[in-house]
Nanobody, 121 residues
Framework: QVQLVESGGGLVQPGGSLRLSCAAS????????MGWYRQAPGKERELVAS???????NYADSVKGRFTIFRDDAKNTMYLQMNALKPEDTAVYYC???????????????WGPGTLVTVSS
């Protein structure tokens, strides 16, 4: 009953910027922690950035100073602002959220289908 949908991916040149969005919809009582993951060809999926319900954030060392994660709880939406993009950032980016759908149920993880980011000249 919960859907996560990413948007904003595409082709960008090295040094360019993109903003990814993740919109959650469905039966939502509360969204706890959220995060962005990515998976490049031939590599394992890795955590890029996370943000807690209270707003605290964490970033992978490879994106610190370049990426910013933030959320708009009124819209059930999370964003990833990506600046100074490098070819190594090329990957499918996935949205993840821990969602509580009912007062008597514990939160569980949901995933979006992913959006492709390609950084190339």
């Amino acid at each position: 009953q919960v859907q996560l949908v990413e948007s904003g991916g595409g082709l960008v040149q090295p040094g360019g910027s993109l903003r990814l969005s993740c919109a959650a919809s469905g039966s939502i009582f509360r969204i706890n922690d959220m995060g962005w993951y990515r998976q490049a060809p031939g590599k394992e999926r890795e955590l890029v950035a996370s943000i807690a319900n209270g707003g605290s954030t964490n970033y992978a060392d490879s994106v610190k100073g370049r990426f910013t994660i933030f959320r708009d709880d009124a819209k059930n939406t999370m964003y990833l602002q990506m600046n100074a993009l490098k070819p190594e950032d090329t990957a499918v980016y996935y949205c993840n959220a821990a969602v509580k759908i009912h007062v008597v149920l514990s939160a569980r993880d949901y995933w979006g289908p992913g959006t492709l980011v390609t950084v190339s000249s």
